[in-house]
């Protein structure tokens, strides 16, 4: 079968997710509050055409929002696959809401500046950094695997559904009330966010029989785990690759309504309501076309269509030029971002599913910080129409210096655990505390000197699984004396970290496993030994350790 008729999937209703009760509840409630999410934005990036029209300030709006998820999400990820997820998400809710409501208070009394709206933004962007992690890696508690792409898509809806209603209510809000209005309004969201995870019965996962990992060490578990993971490395690709250059659309799209002659608040809530629809229908087509296209051709699509979108408006002189390429840029967003999110997660094992997206959405805000930033300049330096069009023309030209990296890798691979490794075997006195460490774990392996080759092809593709699961170093020797025995051997931290290597392997990992035990010829199985630093004593430590 070919690699394009793989990438194809039988479809699924659009409408299944809903079938279960617990995403539909979630669902309607992340609407809502991504209603008061989107009233937000548009009122804080109009709020800043006010305060300062400078293009590059306006740009920094958005730069403020997407830099704190950029400085925190990995730290947001290892948090969330240490604690409850529910719980975590309701305490995080709670703290916006408070950060909102002030900003709406400090509108209404007329004293935000420039610099106090972009501290807010960095706030509020700082809970979002630490609420996107833990809310992403939920979706699959929510849903059977086979319907996680309709649920990604149906969770892209409700965010363009929101991003349809939300910019007008916003425009309808300043109008009718004032510029603290929107803010107000997206503060008493939360409440329904934070109603609707309290009544949530999450089911009961199973008790933890070792320590929770340390941040730090679980920060570095994470990233390394994405180094090794090939699948999740080429979504990151494609997604820094896309990013970087649709920030241009999101960035100065204020700007453009302004420049438009009769433009203003209502026509920028009417550009972005069409982006919103655009994506809403997007959406709705997406089953189908995922039938014809594979990830990847439609990844591709998206991404040329969003560069006809940033052209059109970047040459746009009438709002009846502007919102019919907002609107075709909200067809090319969702497909992009539906592509990638089911990509990423789909690589992901669930042990580390937070870490791995809190990745995703560091490449995603990162690029859209930077982004950001750089296209601001570019249009205050040179003009609105350069910006667009540059950025147009680096969103096509992407497409085929990373048509290598190939989206959806994991989709056919089983990443639900093996639980195939028994405990390790210890001595009666054995000391196995599970911070005691570092541990080395040796395997030797017997191989006919005509497999040597086709062992060791094998064995280093067994190399990335040893890492992505808690190996910080690893290799493979043969013994001198007897050249027919080879050892594998590599080093976890701690005894604990090896526990949970036993934990984290998968079914695709044992196939792994598989393929290089198959060369080994000896009578039993391949021999395994643990090997534990010894325990430092007070007087054998140096006096800079005590």
Known sequence: MSEQAQDKVTPVSPWAPFAHSA???????????NIGTWVHNAGAGWLMTTLDPSPAIVALVQAATAL???????????????????RFLIIVNMVISVVTLGLAVLVALGWMTPLGLLAFTFLIGTGAAFMAPAWQAIVPELVPRESLQPAIALNGLGINISRAIGPALAGALIISIGLAAPFAVNAATYIVIIGALLAWKRPPVPARTLPPEPLLGGMLTGLRHAIHNEPL???LVRALSYFTFASAYWALLPLVARAIPGGGAGLYGTLLGAVGSGAVVGALALPKIREQLDT???????????????????????????????FLGGLGWIAVLTSLNVSAQTALPNWVRARGLSIFIMVFFGCMAAGSIVWGQIATYTSLTTALVSAAVGALVAIPLTWRSRLGQGEHRDLTPAMSWGTPVIGDSFDDSPDRGPVLVTISYVIEEQDTDAFLQAI??????????????WGVYQDAAEPDIWCEWFFLSSWAEHLRQHDRVTRHDQDLHDAVRVYHGGDAPPEVRHYLAPIRTASQRRPADK
């Open 460 to 473: 280093h593709g067994l190399s990335a699984e040893r890492y992505r699961n808690g190996a910080d170093s």
């Open 68 to 86: 704190p998820v950029f400085l925190f999400a990995l730290f947001a990820g290892t948090l969330a696959d240490r604690v409850d997820k529910r």
């Open 296 to 326: 990847n051709v439609l990844q591709a699509s998206g991404a040329a269509v969003t560069a006809v979108a940033m052209v059109g408006l970047g040459l746009a002189t009438s709002a009846w030029f502007a919102v019919p390429a907002a």
């Open 23 to 33: 995403f539909a509840l979630l669902w309607t409630a992340t609407l809502v509050s």
């Open 233 to 235: 490395k080429a979504t």
